[in-house]
């Protein structure tokens, strides 16, 4: 499966911006999709993930609250839906998916988007 991220830009603290990871592939549905982020000098870190379904979400804790994480099967696009920018959500998001069950570090991913740079200012 091949995935396109859009959506990244600039806003000022406090704002929001929707982030949209579209795949290519008949097999959508049989994938769990994560996000990740990477800021500079920093490891690539996780985000949020969702089962293939949609019925099971996970998000990391420093954005647990601001950040939504769905997906429309029929769209074969997963979104990132981030309110309450904080300066320190400033990253390189990717989208990724998974093919077992229930994926949680970076390893397990075996496909990643090209990334979207998203810059919260102060």
């Known amino acids: 499966v091949q995935l396109q991220a859009s959506g990244g830009g600039l806003v000022q603290a406090g704002g929001s911006l929707r982030l949209s990871c579209a795949a290519s592939?008949?097999?959508?549905?049989?994938?769990?999709l994560g996000w990740f982020r990477q800021a500079p000098g920093k490891e690539r870190e996780f985000v949020a993930r969702i089962s293939r379904t949609g019925g099971s979400t996970d998000y990391a804790d420093s954005v647990k609250g601001r950040f939504t994480i769905s997906r429309d099967n029929a769209k074969n696009t997963v979104y990132l839906q981030m309110n309450s920018l904080k300066p320190e959500d400033t990253a390189v998001y990717y989208c990724a998916a998974c093919q077992q069950l229930w994926c949680g570090s970076k390893s397990e991913y075996d496909y990643w988007g090209q990334g979207t740079q998203v810059t919260v200012s102060s």
């Open positions: 592939g008949r097999t959508f549905g049989n994938y769990v």
